[in-house]
């Protein structure tokens, strides 16, 4: 079967500098039979600094110029590669705290794919910034219950293609102090904001780039993606996480085998928010 890479970043995140020609010659190169542009796009983030109080949270700003860069560039190149299955994506970070916003950004009829992703809960910083260490299980187990709390509201809004990344509250934990907390006093609010997206014909994504990162596994991992079919749910999409040129593509392959251990029959991608199809062989 031909593969997607369906969750990368260029040099229109802030934490990219890939050039994104480069980015799409590389999966070109790959022969991948779809590709999404997915920049992040933080709600609660899209205005100056100046217009925001307890800014000690926050580590960049202005996300409305970097969101409407991304989408007005891969535009564009998609004339330059007609050939090419180029979709104009974005990854949506913290859409509850800004719904207006949010509403606005999935309003954008140039989208062919939005994500939707929490990176940090309200009045904490993004988890890639937490000092896990020094931190009690009670203190973790109360980050990972706001990140889960977040992540239903979320699902039951609604307004997107497919929910991101989710598990990526422990990323970090593990990957730097080598925390791994059970997730089970979870598990019921998970499968329901996992109801609540196949309610609404939305989907997940299985993001790889826990393969190569250090964490030994997708997000989320198998047992989720499982539940999730187990459920009724049908939409699931695979994205590297790439930032680098290099990472385009990366692990998708073990991606898709884990949707087919998981019960997928089919993975897919979104060409102006609808679904398309790929067989699993």
């Avoid at 994500?115 to 993004?126: F, K, N, P, V």
């Avoid at 509250?169 to 997206?197: G, H, Q, V, W």
């Avoid at 989720?224 to 990366?250: C, N, P, Q, W």
């Avoid at 998981?262 to 102006?272: D, L, N, R, W």
Wanted: hydrophobic share 35%; glycine share 8%.
């Amino acid at each position: 079967m031909k593969l997607t890479d369906c969750h990368t970043h260029t040099q229109y995140s802030m934490d990219s500098e890939a050039d994104i020609v480069g980015m799409i010659e590389r999966a070109r190169e790959l022969g991948l039979a779809a590709y999404a542009v997915t920049d992040h796009c933080e709600c609660n983030c899209w205005y100056p600094k100046e217009h925001y109080e307890n800014t000690e949270l926050f580590d960049y700003f202005n996300y409305k110029d970097d969101f409407e860069a991304s989408l007005t560039a891969v535009t564009e190149l998609k004339e330059k590669y007609g050939d090419f299955e180029l979709l104009c994506g974005t990854e949506l970070g913290q859409p509850m705290e800004a719904p207006d916003i949010a509403e606005k950004v999935v309003g954008d009829k140039r989208l062919d794919f939005v994500i939707a992703s929490l990176h940090q809960i309200r009045g904490e910083r993004d988890f890639y910034y937490i000092n896990y260490y020094h931190m009690t299980s009670e203190e973790i187990n109360k980050l990972i219950e706001g990140y889960f709390t977040e992540i239903y509201e979320m699902c039951k809004w609604g307004k997107f293609d497919v929910l991101g990344h989710l598990t990526y509250c422990l990323r970090y934990m593990k990957i730097r102090n080598s925390i791994t907390p059970s997730l089970k006093p979870f598990d019921e609010i998970i499968a329901e904001s996992l109801r609540e997206l196949i309610r609404k014909g939305k989907g997940i994504e299985i993001n790889t780039s826990g393969i190569r990162q250090g964490f030994g596994a997708t997000f989320p991992s198998l047992k989720y993606v499982k539940l999730f079919r187990e459920l009724g749910g049908k939409i699931i999409t695979v994205g590297s996480d790439a930032h680098k040129i290099r990472d385009v593509g990366a692990n998708i392959s073990d991606g898709v085998e884990l949707a087919k251990a998981a019960g997928f029959t089919e993975i897919c991608y979104f060409k102006q928010r609808e679904p398309y199809f790929i067989k699993i062989d």
